[in-house]
């Protein structure tokens, strides 16, 4: 499937279109941005290693009855998706206090929370993604009650699915975001599920493998990402 007309480009990836009205082109670029598009910057190969990445886990949740937009893997950068009418609501889900929900309890990052906590994000970039609950996802029409519901259920069944996956190659999944769309009126997963949109730590060291090592300048990034892959392929990748 070849790339046609150019649509849309995101902070991490742009979007063309194909042959087929249905299906659009994903190419996943090296760029890299933290606290609202303040910190920019490049992480070289990232594009590379997010595709690999994701596609893994979209086939991973496909094995396990969790459909998502995800087609097929086609070149280093790019993967071939179904275009979603996207919801406006990007799901945060947490198993570990980290990033915004420590300052906003005032609790330590790595607190363990006694079961899964699934957050809901207004996707705007004027507002900065403002928390929002889901009265205002249906006072603003974001969602109807049926999507919601299934959105919520897809993201604890996903979170679920990828705890017990990554737990068993010593990786802790701290938190993620995820995002939804509808595709023939059904829900579906869409964006990417990588090191971007994850919190991933090692079990063993606590060492994180993810994007917090470029918002807080750890050093070594695209290393990290490198051993998330490695992990997920058992080094063949
Ligand atoms: O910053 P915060 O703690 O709310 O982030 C929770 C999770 O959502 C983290 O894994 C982070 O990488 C991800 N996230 C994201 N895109 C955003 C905001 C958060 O992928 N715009």
Known sequence: MERQAFLYEGKAKRIYATADPDLVLV???DDATA???EKKGRIANKGILNNKIAAHFFELLAEQGVPSHFVR???EREMLVKKLQIIKVEVVARNRVAGSLSKRL???EG????RPVLEFYYKNDELHDPLINEYHIYALKLATKEELQQIAEQALQINEILVKYLAKRDIIL?????????FNGEVLLGD???PDT???WDANTMEKLDKDRFRRDLGNVEKAYEEILSRLTGGKN
């Open 27 to 29: 190419e996943y670029k």
């Open 198 to 200: 994850c919190r991933f």
């Open 35 to 37: 606290f609202d598009g």
């Open 73 to 75: 893997h086609l070149s």
């Open 106 to 108: 005032g609790l330590d």
């Open 192 to 194: 990417e599920i990588s």
């Open 111 to 114: 607190v363990e929370l006694s």
């Open 174 to 182: 701290a938190d993620m975001k995820l995002e939804f769309g509808l």
